[in-house]
């Protein structure tokens, strides 16, 4: 299910572009535009989920395809020091309401001496 109003739907359809890290038939990763730290990616399902809750109720195979892809990326782009976080609901601070989990880290590997 895609939601034409959905900012991730639209990136998940490629109607909007965005700086692809990876993807898999579920799921898909890229740069978030307003990083907070050195790496800053996100990670959402290509079906429109309103957050992780809904995600994990609805769908284990994509939250597991979420939760693959997501944790790849960050052993590849991070030293192996890494979060993998999601926000439910305004109050959490959930901007977006597409599931999607940030992958963060303050070193990335390409950064090591």
Same mark, same amino acid.
């Not at 990136?11 to 890229?30: C, R, W, Y």
């Given at each position: ?5 959905? /900012? ?12 692809? *890290?990876?993807?898999?038939?579920? +799921? =898909? ?5 307003? #990083?907070?730290? #050195?790496?800053?990616?996100? *990670?959402? #399902? ?5 957050? /992780? ?10 939250? *597991?395809? =979420? ?13 192996? +020091?890494?979060?993998? +976080? ?9 901007? *977006? ?10 070193? #990335? ?5």
């Amino acid at each position: 299910m895609i939601n034409p109003d959905c /900012i991730f739907c639209r990136i998940a359809s490629k109607d909007i572009q965005a700086n692809l *890290v990876a993807e898999t038939e579920l +799921s =898909l990763a890229f740069w978030d535009i307003s #990083p907070r730290q #050195p790496i800053h990616i996100l *990670v959402i #399902p290509k079906n429109h989920h309103a957050n /992780i809750a809904e995600l994990t109720m609805n769908s284990p195979e994509q939250l *597991v395809d =979420l939760m693959q892809l997501g944790t790849q990326i960050a052993l590849e782009k991070s030293t192996g +020091s890494f979060r993998l +976080s999601f926000n439910t609901g305004e109050e959490a601070g959930q901007t *977006v309401f597409h599931a999607h989990g940030h992958i963060t880290s303050r070193t #990335p590997k390409d950064q090591i001496a």
